[in-house]
Every structure is written in C-alpha cells, then in structure tokens.
C-alpha cells in the first residue's frame, strides 16, 4: 500500500515539475529550418531559434559545430561558415544542455536561395499559367524547392511565420509560385545547382504593405500620401461598411439563384471589405508578418512581381519613392546589399489607371546599385490583369540574374533609354542594351509620339539608325518631348537583337 502511494506520489512530483518548466525551455526553430530546405553556398548562413535563456545550444551541420547561449528573451543565433555547393542530401542538429536529444532536419541541400515577393502575379500559381499540363510533365525536379510563407499581416514585427518547404515534383509544382519557379528552373539548368525559392506574396497588395512603417514614415516625399491614408483611415467605418456589404451579398445571393435556375453564370461576390483591409495589413502590415520573421534567412537575392494595386491615381505618383524605398529598406534590414530585381508592369487594358507611371518609376528605380528589371510590355493581355505566360516572365528575371549575378554571356535586359538630343525637327534616342542591335519586331516602327511646346502628342514615325531612334513628325516643328509605348496597353515593337523588349519611357516630366 505504502508503495503504491509512494509511486502515485513521485508521478505527481513529476508532473508538477514537467508543468514548472518554463515555456520558453523547448527548443525551436523557425520553420524555414525544416526538412528538405536549401542553405545559401559562398556565405556565412545565419540559424536561429529560441531556447530557455542562458541555456547552451549547439548546432551541427556538414563537419561544422557551432555553440552559442540564448539571451535574456531565449532567442539564440549562430553563424555557420560559408559553404560550397552540395547536392547530397545533409542532415542539421540543434540539441542544448536542457533538450540533449537533438532536432533533426533532413535532406538539405546547399545551392542559390531567392526570395520572390509582391502581389498577385507573384502569388499566381503555377496550375493557373499556361500549359499547366506540360510543365506539370517536366516537373520532376528534386533539387528545386520552394517554402511558402502562409502566415498573414500583423500590426508589429514578428520574429515567426508559418509556411513549409515542397520539393519540385508532378504532384507539388502546380501550388508553387509561377513567377518564382519559372525564374528558378531557368537558373537551375542554366548553372547546374540546387535552387531554394522563398515565396512571400499575397494578392491585391500595394506596395506600401510590404515596406516598414518605421522607413515609411521617416521617407519625406511620402509625407503626403500618409496624411491621405491617415485621413482614409479616419474615413473607414467598420461598422457602415459591414452593413453595406451584408446588402450586397445578400442581393448578389437572390441574382445568383435567378442566374442559375436560368442556366446563366452568377456574376463575381462582393468582396468583404474588412476582410479586404486585413489581407492588405495597412501599412507595413506584410511586412510585419510576412517579411520581418524571414530576417536574416541567407539568401542570394529578391525578385518582386508587384505594383498593380499602385496605378490608380491617387497611389502612382508615389511609386517612384516606394519602391527604391523597398529596396533600401530590406537590404539594410538583412545587413547586405543583396541583387534586387522587379517585374515591369505589362500591357493592360486598365481604364483609369496610370500604369505608365508606375511603369516609369520602375524605369527610374534601377538608379539604386545591384538591380534590375524584366520588362514585360508585349506579353501581359489586355482584359486580364494576370496574364497566363509566366514562363517569359522567369525567363526574362533570370536572364538578368545570369548576366548580372552568376556573370554569364547573355543579354540582362530589353533596350533602355540612355538619353535623347533634339535635332531641327527630330529627336534622337540613345539606348543601352542594344545586344545585338535594335529591331523593329514584325514591321514598321511604332508606338512612338511627339510633341512641342505646346504639349499636344502627335503620333510620330520613328527610324532606327543603329543604337538609336530617329523620332519626328511633319506636323511637329521644334519638338520638345518624345514618348513611347506611353499607354496602358500600348501598340509597341521597339526589340533589342537578344529579342528582348524595349522599356516604356518619356523624355518629359508634364503631368
């Protein structure tokens, strides 16, 4: 009897100090450190995680073993050495004096590392591109793989997300980032090594979300799109607009029922406007949640695919701040100055939108060192802001990543305008990227105007005569300004001899 409570006493005991250990004694790590993840070659590459504080934790990958001690809060970094390329599965262990039975991670390659990030035509997936059925085929592609960061917006930093890693596969490829993979694979057969993409996206979003508040506030050109988002914000009655949108559904519901009892299809839901609001996070809300827990994750560099949320008129004239803003902001928050590249804004039929603007302040945005663009004006469609050919898309950003970066002989980008000098009654264009000369792709020259003094366009012909353009027009004398491909979706040819498309541009700075 005396045993039996003696045991029964013990187990309590037990218990009692299992539930006294502190919270933070479990030792964790971030999920981007997970199986089948891929580790930056040619780097120092930071691991974390949290611990009980002051509590010993080592960490041992690939003949390497690092020891450090959680601080205060019990978060702990070590940095393991640089290391070159490998594409034998490795395995990690983390063990610490208070959890001796190590976390194991398996199947981890060490190659390139990118981060892909911005709205919906970088979230599109790969199942909803072109010839899905095909690439789906050719997918089996063990060395590429991509983590999806899944977690949302947040109001403050955070130091977690939640997301996984997926290894390329018929079966895995179709959920993947189409952008981000097309990019991936073309690097992956272009240098032979393992690929690691890191997508963190989320359709609808502008730019605004994706920077931190704190870089935002400090930026004095944005002083004035933050007092109209502080007077939106004022605005903004949760209440009114829950009411107005239960109206809406309600009435879309009875127009449903109708259309289908007829055969017909429903029309598009009305989109809950707090839910809307929530998934853009505010700003710097995708930052917070999105972006600030994959800090200092080693990476080679970032593509962006974003800015469509940005063209309406009260938004563009701010783009040509925000995205060099964007760049700034994350380089200095991972401590490198790491290669950026972006995705042009296509051709779009978008009504009262200004995407030539924010077009430019793409243009204008490659001042900033290490970065660069896929111009993408002659492959969007002209009713459907998410075009179906991303594989041109991944092709064009790793066309510029393999110049660039890794130091490749191939073209980095479509001709850029380099300057312009006004001749009697012409206008000559200088452009950079020639590669190979410049082309007028399936006839005449187009999509050039003109204009004078007056400021009215006219539109113009232009010649090409070497790596330049010859713009004029009989009823423009003394020209001033020349413009091309200045349209939402604009008729335009202007190719360089890599076949790759010439950039929007203007000569002027009228509003």
């Not at 995205?323 to 991972?334: A, S």
């Not at 991944?394 to 980008?413: C, D, E, F, I, Q």
Request: net charge positive.
């Amino acid at each position: 009897m005396n045993v039996k409570k003696n045991l029964v006493c013990a187990i309590c005991a037990l218990a009692l100090a299992v539930c006294a250990l502190p919270a933070g004694a479990e030792l964790r790590l971030p999920p981007m450190f997970a199986d089948h993840m891929v580790l930056q070659r040619d780097v120092a590459v930071p691991v974390w995680g949290w611990a009980e504080p002051g509590e010993e934790v080592t960490v041992e990958f690939a003949g390497q073993k690092k020891t450090t001690k959680a601080d205060a809060k019990g978060q702990w970094t070590v940095k393991l050495d640089p290391m070159p390329l490998s594409a034998e599965p490795r395995a990690l262990r983390v063990f610490s004096t208070l959890n001796p039975q190590p976390l194991t991670i398996s199947d981890i390659l060490v190659g390139e590392v990118w981060l892909g990030s911005g709205q919906s035509n970088m979230a599109m997936s790969v199942e909803r591109a072109k010839d899905f059925d095909k690439e789906k085929a050719a997918s089996n592609l063990p060395q590429v793989r991509m983590f999806t960061v899944t977690s949302g917006a947040a109001a403050t930093a955070q130091d977690n997300c939640t997301g996984s890693w997926a290894v390329c596969a018929p079966d895995t490829v179709g959920k993947f980032s189409a952008t981000l993979f097309f990019f991936g694979r073309e690097l992956h057969r272009k240098l032979g090594v393992p690929i690691g993409l890191i997508n963190s996206s989320v359709g609808g979003t502008p730019i605004e979300s994706w920077i931190s508040p704190e870089a935002q506030q400090q930026c004095e050109p944005l002083k004035e799109f933050f007092a109209a988002v502080k007077k939106s914000d004022a605005e903004f009655d949760p209440a009114k607009a829950k009411a107005a949108y239960e109206k809406q559904l309600a009435r879309w519901k009875e127009a449903a029922a109708r259309a289908k009892a007829a055969g017909k299809k429903p029309g598009r839901a009305p989109r809950d406007p707090l839910a809307v609001r929530s998934r853009k996070g505010n700003v710097g809300g995708l930052f917070n949640g999105k972006i600030a827990p994959l800090i200092p994750y080693a990476m080679r560099g970032t593509v962006w695919y974003q800015g469509e949320a940005n063209t309406v008129a009260t938004k563009a004239p701010f783009y040509q701040h925000q995205l060099p803003l964007l760049v700034q902001d994350w380089r200095t928050r991972w401590g490198c100055e790491f290669p950026f590249a972006w995705v042009q804004l296509p051709n779009y039929d978008g009504g009262d939108r200004n995407l030539p603007l924010v077009r430019e302040a793409m243009l204008k945005s490659l001042k900033e060192p290490k970065t660069g663009m896929a111009i993408t004006i002659d492959i969007g469609e002209a009713r459907n802001i998410h075009p179906k050919n991303k594989q041109d898309v991944g092709k064009r950003l790793s066309l510029w990543a393999l110049a660039t970066v890794y130091g490749k002989k191939v073209a980095a980008s479509g001709p850029l305008p380099a300057g312009h000098k006004i001749s009697g009654d012409d206008v000559v264009i200088t452009f950079k990227h020639t590669d190979g000369g410049l082309t007028a792709k399936g006839g005449e020259l187009k999509g050039f105007t003109i204009a004078g003094a007056d400021k009215k366009w006219i539109k113009a012909s232009a010649k090409i005569a070497s790596d330049t353009v010859v713009v004029s027009s009989p009823d423009v004398r003394e020209p001033v300004a020349v413009r091309y491909a200045w349209e939402n979706n604009p008729g335009c040819n202007l190719y360089n001899g890599a076949g790759l498309p010439a950039s929007p541009f203007r000569t002027d700075d009228w509003q």
